[in-house]
């Protein structure tokens, strides 16, 4: 049974990397992997009963991250409806090169560390799309965007599904995490920065009548006050956390449903119509749901291998292997450049246990930051980079000789940092 179980999920996983060359979505593939694993599982079982509980434990944890994601995505989702990122675009007008470049690499870096660098990328896209009028100098502060979307993920717990995932697993602390991971992701978007500025010759040129480009709400007390509401709520989340020691998801639907409480409230007397697309109800069908379904389907797959004992046979192997537990974190960093960082991080948080690495272990928190900015490295190596592929048709050479020998230097320089960093506070 256990080697057919890893040829399934092998082959399912070939078909997740390979989605875009097979058309097929990711997310329907992990699906139907997570269910033929459990089904190879519990089908060659002698108790069926142990193998439900099992499958009921994980559901548990996983279900943790699906509602978080849900919270999170619809707060963001009403924020854009309600047009809050004008201030954003309104903040970044301007001609000089220097002050633009730099502009556009520190909001990216921040916003990405409470909206996630899926979402800030796209909101950067649809920025960079309205005042940008070169074509190439554009790509090259696209490249720039997620490189920056990666690094400020990395140091968030909210900020990167990954440092996310490891934050609701137990294996890091926000705190902490901030406190070991901020300087070394800030020196891995310095760096590129510092270059890509130098790449760009001359005034950047913006484009005429920027303001008819624009479509923003004409309310500007509601655009405010949902923006400052939706990102104070995402910050939130850690303080309840902590406050209550209840799971980040209830923290999470908790400030989703002030969030709605508010929306219902400043837009009950307009029409169904107007207020319509101004709803949580709304915003909840147009989030990105193949996107937490795969989420879902990939953290049920690996959790079949790690009820098998799989996972923690191949961590036994990997400590012989390569003995540095360092090297192992940043090998899956540059590893999740071509594979998706989730299922890679999920699959470490099964093969090494709490009683190997406590909570706030410096492995938890360079994997934190190499799984977050490796990714970088390639276009297709990060949901940022796929968003801008997708959306801009960037080309993948295109990005390999432009982008990514930036993209590799700044995690060299992320990684030489923390490690410094680390060995210095830790004689």
């Known amino acids: 049974m256990i080697p057919l179980l890893i040829i399934v999920f092998v082959i399912g996983y070939l078909a997740i990397t390979l989605e875009h060359s097979i058309s097929i979505n990711k997310s329907a593939t992990a699906l139907i992997t997570a269910v033929l ?18 499958l009921s434990h994980h559901l548990s944890s996983i279900s943790g991250i699906v509602f978080f994601l ?18 954003i675009t309104e903040s970044i007008k301007t001609t000089n090169k220097t002050k ?18 899926l979402t800030s990328t796209i ?7 309205k005042l940008i009028q070169d074509k190439k100098t554009k790509w090259l502060l696209l490249g720039l965007v997620i490189i920056s979307s990666n690094a400020g993920g990395a140091w968030s717990p909210i900020g990167d ?92 639907l908790f400030c989703l449903g002030i969030i709605w409480t508010i929306t219902e409230l400043i837009h009950h007397k307009k029409h169904n119509d107007e207020k319509g697309s101004l709803s949580v109800s709304h915003a909840l069908r147009k989030i990105d749901t193949p996107s937490i379904l795969f989420f879902f389907g990939i953290l049920m797959s690996i959790s079949a ?15 012989k292997t390569v003995g540095n537990i360092s090297l192992v974190a940043i090998g899956i960093g540059l590893l999740s450049a071509v594979l998706d960082n989730v299922p890679l991080v999920a699959a470490l948080q099964s093969m090494y246990s709490l009683n190997d690495f406590p909570k706030d272990h410096y492995f938890w928190e360079l994997l934190s930051f190499t799984a977050g900015t490796g990714g ?15 959306i801009e048709k960037i080309d993948f050479f295109w990005y390999l000789k432009k982008i990514s020998w930036i993209a590799i230097i700044g995690f060299i320089a992320g990684v030489s940092t923390f490690l410094m960093q680390h060995y210095l506070l830790n004689p």
């Open 70 to 87: 849900l919270g999170a995505m619809t707060i963001v989702e009403i924020i854009d409806a309600h047009d809050g990122f004008y201030s």
């Open 376 to 390: 970088s490295c390639l276009i297709i190596g990060s949901a940022a980079g796929v968003a801008v592929m997708g």
């Open 37 to 54: 694993c459990w089904t190879l599982i519990i089908s060659n079982a002698q108790n069926k009963e142990l193998i439900t509980e099992q």
């Open 123 to 129: 909101v950067m896209i649809s920025i960079l799309n």
């Open 305 to 319: 291998l790690e009820v098998t004992g799989i996972l923690p046979q191949m961590a036994s192997s990997l400590n």
């Open 161 to 252: 599904v990954t440092t996310t995932m490891l934050w609701i697993g137990g294996q890091i602390s926000p705190l902490n995490i901030i406190k070991q991971t901020f300087l070394a992701s800030l020196v891995s978007m310095v760096v590129p920065t510092l270059i890509i500025n130098y790449m760009i010759k001359g005034k950047i040129e913006l484009k005429m009548n920027v303001e008819n480009n624009l479509h923003f709400n004409n309310n500007a007390f509601e655009r405010k006050l949902i923006f400052y509401a939706g990102i104070g709520c995402l910050l939130f989340v850690p303080i309840f956390k902590t406050l209550t020691h209840l799971p980040p998801y209830m923290g999470m």
């Open 100 to 117: 633009l470049v730099w502009l556009i690499s520190i909001i990216t870096f921040f916003l990405s560390a409470v909206l996630d660098n």
